[in-house]
């Protein structure tokens, strides 16, 4: 089944405590991207990658980090958690080159930041 | 910068009746891609309605069916015969594909009830 998953899809952390959110696709997508959504500012992008090796910022990339060294994982990682980071958070993937448009979402991952 | 804005935070409507969603743009390019996506309670993002700029047909899907204005920037959802599963968070979102780019921007949501 083609999709994309995230893991974990609940987090309750500590401000300051290293965390890891990861992101697979399994459909051979060059395109992948990381949102946060928050109340009433709909999703804003952190970071995306055209392709393995290739990261750029995104709308609201201030306190994370992500990599992409191999084509199918696109993990974010928060070096630094902090409240303001409590959120909800998407991965998603796109074959950019041929339909930029049909993205395909994860199931999501509910962060909490003590 | 490319921004959408949706103006409608919550909308309410009878089972079987039709809701329009508004949703409006801003953008100097003039290649680009609309799009509407359904959040429903389990949170996944859905895809419902695609619009390409260079299209003048509106597009539809089933009870689904837009009013684009390129010209007024406006990009509307139409939903007929309005089921109880259509309730959701609506979000309208705009894309550009540039050469060695690709940005999605998404609206704030519109979150529609339908009642029984």
């Known amino acids: 089944e083609a999709q994309v998953t995230q893991n974990p899809r609940y987090l309750i952390t500590v401000t300051g405590k290293k965390l890891t959110v990861t992101c697979s696709q399994n459909m051979n997508h060059e395109y992948m991207s990381w949102y946060r959504q928050d109340p009433g500012l709909g999703l804003r992008q952190i970071y995306y990658s055209m392709n393995v090796e290739v990261t750029d910022k995104g709308d609201v990339p201030e306190g994370y980090k992500v990599s992409r060294k191999e084509k199918r994982n696109f993990p974010l990682i928060l070096e630094s958690p902090s409240p303001n980071q409590t959120s909800l958070y998407f991965c998603?993937?796109?074959?950019?080159?041929?339909?930029?448009?049909?993205?395909?979402f994860g199931p999501g991952t509910r962060l909490t930041v003590l | 910068a490319q921004t959408v804005t949706q103006s409608q935070p919550e909308m309410s409507v009878q089972e079987a009746e039709t809701v329009t969603l508004s949703c409006t743009y801003d953008?100097?390019?003039?290649?680009?891609?609309l799009f509407w996506y359904k959040q429903p309670p389990s949170r996944q993002m859905i895809l419902v309605i695609r619009?390409?700029?260079?299209?003048?047909q509106n597009a539809t899907e089933n009870r689904f069916s837009v009013n684009f204005q390129k010209a007024a920037k406006s990009f509307s959802l139409k939903i007929s015969d309005s089921q109880l599963g259509d309730t959701a968070m609506y979000f309208c979102a705009f894309s550009l594909r540039l050469s060695n780019d690709y940005k999605l921007s998404f609206g704030a949501g519109t979150t529609v009830t339908v009642r029984a």
């Open positions: 619009q390409e700029a260079y299209k003048q």
């Open positions: 953008t100097s390019e003039n290649n680009y891609y």
């Open positions: 998603a993937s796109s074959f950019w080159a041929a339909s930029p448009d049909t993205q395909y």
